[in-house]
């Protein structure tokens, strides 16, 4: 068991310490307990019995009895020769724990599973990600947002790809133009060969992993330590919906952007030209598009020297005057760029 818990709560699930023993009662009583109340028992959170409330992050709900004793039985059945005294001793425990919440039946515990739940930590998240990969046998599909994938964060995932590979399961990855430029990311798809397709946009929705369309992992905050495990049909539908919009979007990885159809103005300027029109900041369209705040201000000052602008208002004016603040024009050859002047725009 990891964590500051360890040291002052040398346990497992099986056999709790009496301050543990009481809260998890407690909260299996209740239906939840406050925060505050598991803050001298840090096991509960560690062996996962008790879990933040997707409804009011201040309060704890309980992992119901019989889905901890099912997933402690798992590992101990890996080991059974070694841990027949441990598997009896747990199933005694969470025969009592069954006993104190019998309000929380069988199907109550499938209907939470079918919904919400709060990943907390990276190991939990980790954990629940190797599950799901486990179990899947049909398809994967992901949202991968930001710039140039990090090679740590492709070896992160890279085992669950190949085991998901070898079981035939096809994935199709979205990700943003600027993800192009990563020779890890180009690394990655060689190795995976046709097992995974991936195309690209201007910008994407924030990270999203969906497992044969009945599980969805995203994101619960700005840092990602904590994440929402979906399995509610209506919002895993949902998402699925929302990616498959998307996919009929973006463009293959293997075939070019198109061109801008203006002279002088590339694809990654003529995104921020647009998201410059929608009165966005420097920041926000650099995040948005995957690059460094720096890159955006750079691709910025050559917009406004193409268009001939001396100021950022300026820039704004010129933008709608050439059409790039609306959807982009279709290729066919570079435009030239004809800028009226104030003479021939005024009312006569």
């Not at 598991?38 to 996962?48: D, G, I, K, Y």
């Not at 201040?58 to 997933?71: A, F, G, I, N, Y």
């Not at 690209?200 to 619960?220: K, N, S, Y």
């Not at 268009?307 to 933008?319: E, H, N, P, W």
């Amino acid at each position: 068991m990891a964590g500051h818990g360890t040291d002052e709560h040398p346990h497992g699930a099986d056999r709790l310490c009496e301050a543990g023993d009481r809260v998890y009662s407690r909260a299996v009583r209740r239906g939840r307990v406050p925060r505050a109340d598991a803050e001298a028992v840090p096991c509960l959170l560690e062996l996962a019995l008790l879990h933040p409330d997707p409804d009011d992050m201040d309060w704890l709900v309980p992992t119901s009895p019989q889905e901890v004793m099912t997933r402690l039985l798992r590992g101990v059945y890996d080991e059974v020769s070694a841990s027949q005294r441990r598997m009896g001793s747990a199933v005694a425990a969470f025969e009592w724990y069954a006993g104190l919440g019998a309000h929380l039946s069988v199907a109550g515990t499938a209907a939470d599973r079918s919904a919400i739940r709060v990943l907390d930590g990276l190991s939990r998240i980790q954990a629940a990600m190797d599950e799901a990969t486990q179990a899947c046998t049909t398809e994967v599909l992901t949202v991968q947002p930001g710039g140039i994938r990090p090679e740590h964060e492709l070896t992160e995932g890279l085992h669950r790809a190949l085991a998901l590979r070898g079981r035939g399961v096809r994935m199709r990855d979205l990700y943003t133009h600027v993800a192009r430029h990563g020779q890890g990311l180009l690394n990655y798809l060689e190795l995976m060969g046709d097992a995974v397709q991936a195309r690209t946009l201007d910008e994407v929705i924030d990270r999203l992993i969906l497992f044969d369309r009945t599980v969805a992992f995203i994101p619960a905050n700005a840092d990602r330590t904590l994440a929402l495990e979906l399995r509610h049909p209506a919002l895993v539908g949902f998402l699925a919906t929302v990616f498959e919009r998307l996919w009929r979007l973006a463009i293959p990885l293997t075939a070019p952007l198109p061109d801008t159809g203006i002279e002088g103005i590339s694809n990654r300027e003529q995104s921020i030209a647009a998201l410059l029109a929608e009165g966005h900041q420097d920041a926000v369209i650099a995040e948005r598009l995957g690059i460094s705040v720096r890159t955006c201000r750079a691709h910025i000052a050559r917009l406004s020297e193409t268009l001939g602008a001396a100021s950022r208002t300026q820039l704004g004016v010129r933008i709608a005057q050439v059409g790039l603040d609306g959807p982009p024009r279709p290729s066919g050859g570079a435009a030239s760029l004809t800028i009226p002047d104030q003479e021939s725009r005024s009312v006569r």
